[in-house]
């Protein structure tokens, strides 16, 4: 058997919603060129995101017949917390409904103003959570990330110089812990390699800095490691994201991507005293400990979930797939974010449309294109994400890369679907002087890209 084939065959399929151009111009006029504001019907490919957008398994959908629903104490629970005790080896697996919620309870409990937290990389709704606690976010990406054509490994690791640099200096008091984002998802889904966890924990262990891992993509970072890092070559995923959690006080996990279910997620603990201090929040805004905001089925298709996303053959499969999509953007003269990862691929949208300056959003400007062309939903990660205006809407800051991310939803899509995703780019990138670039017409002051309007000028 080869890692092409999905280890699995389809039992229950759903019809794709079909548009034509002319409701698809309709639809982008109506929602303002934000592609958040689409109905889903009007989608047809939607590689939005790889989170909460997986398809469940027959053994899933078994083990939530079977769940219990009751209140406290349910089998659910204690078959969820089972599974997540052997896989990380923390005693306090706290439930939570998303990963924001683990990464809100923690930050609480341990960040605060005048704090600071040390990461790879900060998802968003993680630097979020950190500054709502009046803490102070710090992405410390190593220098290859800088380099989206270069083929390095690893390039989703922590810069261990600057790491130490913090903490052998004047600000070490302050750092309320070091974050590392396995996969690096906002950093072009990179990994994080053993070695570089490894001397990250040593850091921290020096230093008595708290090393937590966000785990959302565990699974699929311990498989990049089994194919990348010679020391870790022969081992299975299962060992090696044992090995990760283990080097580390506690996760966060967002069972919304390596858990392969719709909701759910939960915070992992070592330390008891500090599992004392994060319940009466926990209990508070998510629900008793044995619950967390969950329903029953979902502790139990989470438990189930986390086990699958750990099959070698699903992962080769995933990795085949991201593979074939990134070849067939690769031949359509599409620059991607190098080497692809497994949940997505980023296409480099600056490159391809030079004409576009950054201020005009060339990000989402291919984004919008391919939903036109071809009824496909992406996300912007490039100027519209991360660049500023000031108050005369003069362009102040712009990303460093104009991306857009093709998330892949884990079990859903076949490769007919990633080859007309490739179609619609060849096309596209054909006469890509036809592309118009964009304009905001109005914007919220934080997070504005989920909010804000637009018009092609
Ligand atoms: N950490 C990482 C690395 C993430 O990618 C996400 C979500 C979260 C934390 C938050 O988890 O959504 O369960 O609250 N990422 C999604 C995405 C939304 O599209 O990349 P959540």
């Not at 917390?81 to 809100?104: F, K, M, N």
């Not at 029953?296 to 438990?303: F, L, P, V």
């Amino acid at each position: 058997m080869t890692g092409r084939m999905e280890p699995y065959r389809i039992k229950a399929v759903e019809p794709l919603p079909r548009t034509t151009r002319p409701q698809r111009e309709a639809a982008l006029r109506r929602v303002h060129y934000n592609l958040f504001d689409l109905r889903a019907e009007e989608v047809t490919i939607d590689l939005l995101t790889d989170s909460g957008t997986g398809a469940l398994s027959a053994g899933q959908l078994a083990a939530a017949m079977a769940a219990d629903e009751s209140y406290a104490g349910s089998g659910s629970f204690h078959r969820f917390r089972d599974a997540a005790r052997e896989l990380t080896s923390y005693p306090h697996i706290l439930p939570v409904h998303q990963g924001r919620a683990a990464e809100r309870v923690l930050f609480s409990t341990l960040v605060g103003p005048g704090k600071i937290t040390l990461s790879n990389t900060h998802f968003d709704t993680t630097r979020a959570n950190v500054e709502l606690t009046g803490g102070e976010a710090r992405d410390l990406p190593c220098p290859q990330s800088r380099d989206v054509d270069g083929a390095a490994p690893f390039k989703g690791d922590i810069d261990l110089e600057s790491l130490r640099a913090v903490l052998d200096g004047p600000e070490a008091s302050r750092v309320a812990l070091v974050l590392m984002t396995v996969t690096n998802n906002g950093c072009g889904g990179q990994p994080v390699s053993m070695a570089n966890l490894t001397e990250a924990a040593a850091v921290c262990r020096r230093h008595g800095v708290p090393l937590f891992l966000d785990a959302a993509r565990f699974a699929e970072n311990a498989w990049l490691v089994t194919r990348r890092e010679a020391a870790y070559r022969g081992r299975t995923p299962h060992q090696v994201a044992q090995e990760a959690f283990r080097l580390a006080d506690g996760c966060l996990l967002s069972g919304k991507k390596d858990g392969i279910v719709h909701i759910g997620g939960f915070l992992g603990l070592r330390d008891s005293a500090l599992a004392r201090r994060c319940e009466p929040l926990l209990i508070a805004t998510e629900g008793f400990p044995t619950y967390g905001g969950l329903a029953g089925r979902d502790m139990d298709m989470m438990a189930v979930g986390l086990a699958e996303a750990l099959d070698p053959a699903y992962l080769a499969s995933r990795e085949h797939a991201a593979a074939h999509l990134a070849a067939r953007a690769r031949a359509a003269g599409v620059g991607i974010v190098e080497p692809p990862g497994l949940h997505a691929v980023y296409l480099d949208a600056g490159r391809l449309l030079g004409h576009i300056p950054a201020h005009r959003f060339p990000g989402q400007a291919l984004a919008c294109q391919l939903y036109l062309e071809g009824g496909i939903r992406s996300v912007e990660l490039g100027s519209l994400y991360l660049g500023r205006e000031d108050e005369h809407g003069e362009p102040v800051a712009s990303a460093p890369h104009e991306l857009v991310r093709l998330a892949l939803p884990r079990r859903v899509y076949t490769r007919g679907h990633l080859d007309h995703v490739g179609d619609v780019l060849a096309q596209i990138a054909g006469e890509p002087g036809k592309v118009p670039g964009y304009r905001i017409t109005e914007q919220a002051p934080v997070l504005r890209h989920f909010r804000v309007r637009l018009e092609p000028v």
